[in-house]
């Protein structure tokens, strides 16, 4: 059986003597699956996206991501980390309004030392990929939601990290853009990308997700398979 993408043992966070934004919590993902972290405000799931991140550390418990050990990680590894084992689609997008669509898409590669030419060629390739190659060389501020989120998901998967995570990704969107961003997550996943989304939108944890985690107060309340197909059978 395939390692992890994703191991959490035991994790807590606690922050300012509050009560627990995480208690005990245990997680396991597998290459292939697209999980959806579910529960309402104030329920722990922002905390633990955090952590898997590389953003927080846990008070207790630990965090490993493709086998690297997330938890004793310094500043300067994390970046790292995040640069080469992650990407982050958030749910404004923050993209960088005074760069080009293409220089938004390549600059994680820039930034990982990745050679221009090669970083040149990857950004054709994902922008034609996920529909925004007319868009290349407009500004952010041009483009309709949707279309941000688009480029926003190729700048996320420009250095080809195993894990990509997602915070509310269709929370700034209206209806149609949201089900658009849920197919686009669909189809990547469909190509075997490991996908984490944490959402309220209970409509696209359905429609994008193989698998749903549910968090109240700080602890998994319920884990359960959303569609019938096994992750190792996904490539």
């Given at each position: 059986?395939?390692?992890?993408?994703?191991?959490?043992?035991?994790?807590?966070?606690?922050y300012?003597?509050g009560?627990?934004?995480l208690?005990?919590?245990?997680?396991?993902?597998?290459?292939g699956?697209?999980?959806?972290?579910v529960?309402?405000?104030?329920?722990g799931?922002?905390?633990?996206?955090?952590?898997?991140?590389?953003?927080?550390?846990?008070?207790?418990?630990?965090?490993?991501?493709d086998?690297v050990?997330?938890?004793?990680?310094?500043?300067?590894g994390?970046?790292?980390?995040?640069?080469?084992?992650?990407?982050?689609?958030?749910?404004?997008?923050?993209?960088?309004?005074d760069?080009?669509?293409?220089?938004?898409?390549?600059?994680?590669?820039?930034?990982?030392?990745?050679?221009?030419?090669?970083?040149d060629?990857?950004?054709?390739?994902?922008l034609?990929?996920?529909?925004?190659d007319r868009?290349?060389r407009?500004?952010?501020?041009?483009?309709?939601?949707?279309?941000r989120?688009?480029?926003?998901?190729?700048?996320?998967?420009?250095n080809?990290?195993?894990?990509?995570?997602?915070?509310e990704?269709?929370?700034?969107?209206?209806?149609?853009?949201g089900?658009?961003?849920?197919?686009l997550?669909?189809e990547?996943?469909?190509?075997?990308?490991?996908?984490?989304?944490?959402?309220h939108?209970?409509?696209l944890?359905r429609?994008?997700?193989?698998?749903?985690?549910?968090?109240?107060?700080?602890?998994?309340a319920?884990?359960?398979?959303?569609?019938?197909?096994?992750p190792?059978?996904?490539?």
């Amino acid at each position: 059986m395939t390692l992890p993408v994703i191991e959490l043992r035991e994790v807590s966070r606690r922050y300012d003597g509050g009560p627990p934004a995480l208690h005990e919590v245990s997680l396991t993902v597998r290459p292939g699956e697209a999980v959806a972290i579910v529960g309402p405000s104030g329920s722990g799931k922002s905390t633990l996206l955090h952590l898997i991140a590389g953003l927080d550390r846990p008070d207790t418990g630990t965090v490993t991501v493709d086998g690297v050990r997330v938890d004793r990680l310094g500043e300067s590894g994390s970046a790292l980390y995040r640069r080469s084992k992650i990407g982050m689609v958030f749910q404004f997008f923050n993209l960088l309004d005074d760069l080009t669509v293409a220089d938004n898409v390549a600059l994680p590669a820039r930034l990982a030392g990745m050679g221009r030419g090669e970083a040149d060629r990857r950004t054709v390739e994902l922008l034609e990929t996920l529909g925004i190659d007319r868009h290349a060389r407009s500004y952010p501020g041009r483009l309709s939601g949707g279309e941000r989120q688009r480029v926003a998901v190729a700048r996320a998967l420009m250095n080809r990290p195993p894990l990509l995570l997602a915070d509310e990704p269709t929370g700034a969107l209206d209806t149609a853009a949201g089900q658009d961003v849920g197919k686009l997550l669909t189809e990547l996943n469909a190509e075997g990308q490991t996908i984490v989304v944490v959402t309220h939108d209970l409509a696209l944890a359905r429609s994008c997700t193989n698998r749903a985690v549910r968090i109240a107060d700080g602890r998994i309340a319920e884990d359960a398979r959303t569609h019938a197909v096994a992750p190792e059978t996904v490539r």
